[in-house]
């Protein structure tokens, strides 16, 4: 790589690097070509991108910015997951690509400002998904005007009740 080749390529890093909420940190060492392959077509329908990386660089890339702790962690063999829009789900993956290839191990997280270890990442991934988080607050949002309609409702519903009883009472009667 000759110099203009590294300053793109920190530059392109650093974009990546800001542009995620979560960033993951791994360790491939002993993973055969097929599972690195596996591993980056299961990214791509989530929108985690899967790169392995030049140490120097990255601390390079991360220096000056909120992701500057993670320059001690760029040793050795490096994949860096990058989240796309929904971390959680990129969390969730990384789990379940772990599952899948053990050789695959978690160095540090980075979500939300904060540096995170392997059981970090598996809080991450246990919240709920974008659209479980969406579909509670609609949930909620709708909880209030249905109990205003119960409420509402509840004197003329009473009152039918109430006269249907009566007239079941006079048809027994007589």
Same mark, same amino acid.
């Given at each position: 790589?000759?110099?203009?080749?590294?300053?793109?390529?920190?530059?392109?890093?650093?974009?990546?690097? *800001?542009?995620?909420?979560?960033?993951?940190?791994? @360790?491939?060492? &002993?993973?055969?070509?097929?599972?690195?392959?596996?591993?980056?077509?299961?990214?791509?329908?989530?929108?985690?991108? #899967?790169?392995?990386?030049?140490?120097?660089?990255?601390?390079?890339?991360?220096? &000056?910015?909120?992701?500057?702790?993670?320059?001690?962690? #760029?040793?050795?063999?490096?994949?860096? %997951? #990058?989240?796309?829009? @929904?971390?959680?789900?990129?969390?969730?993956? #990384?789990?379940?690509?772990?599952?899948?290839?053990?050789?695959?191990?978690?160095?540090?997280? %980075? %979500?939300?400002?904060?540096?995170?270890?392997?059981? &970090?990442?598996?809080?991450?991934? @246990?919240? +709920?998904?974008?659209?479980?988080?969406?579909?509670?607050? *609609?949930?909620?949002?709708?909880?209030? +005007?249905?109990?205003?309609?119960?409420?509402?409702?509840?004197?003329?519903?009473? *009152?039918?009740?109430? *006269?249907?009883?009566?007239?079941?009472?006079?048809?027994?009667?007589?």
């Amino acid at each position: 790589m000759n110099r203009e080749q590294k300053e793109a390529f920190i530059e392109d890093v650093r974009e990546q690097f *800001l542009a995620a909420p979560l960033v993951i940190l791994t @360790d491939w060492k &002993g993973s055969t070509v097929a599972e690195m392959d596996t591993l980056r077509r299961a990214c791509e329908p989530v929108g985690v991108q #899967f790169r392995v990386v030049k140490n120097t660089l990255c601390r390079r890339a991360v220096q &000056g910015t909120e992701l500057e702790p993670l320059s001690d962690h #760029f040793k050795g063999n490096i994949g860096v %997951f #990058f989240a796309g829009e @929904d971390p959680i789900a990129a969390a969730k993956l #990384f789990r379940e690509q772990k599952k899948e290839n053990e050789k695959l191990i978690c160095r540090v997280g %980075f %979500f939300e400002g904060t540096l995170l270890d392997e059981k &970090g990442v598996d809080t991450v991934a @246990d919240l +709920p998904s974008r659209e479980e988080l969406l579909v509670t607050l *609609l949930r909620t949002i709708q909880e209030g +005007p249905r109990r205003v309609l119960g409420v509402l409702q509840g004197p003329a519903r009473d *009152l039918l009740y109430l *006269l249907n009883n009566y007239a079941a009472k006079l048809e027994d009667a007589g």
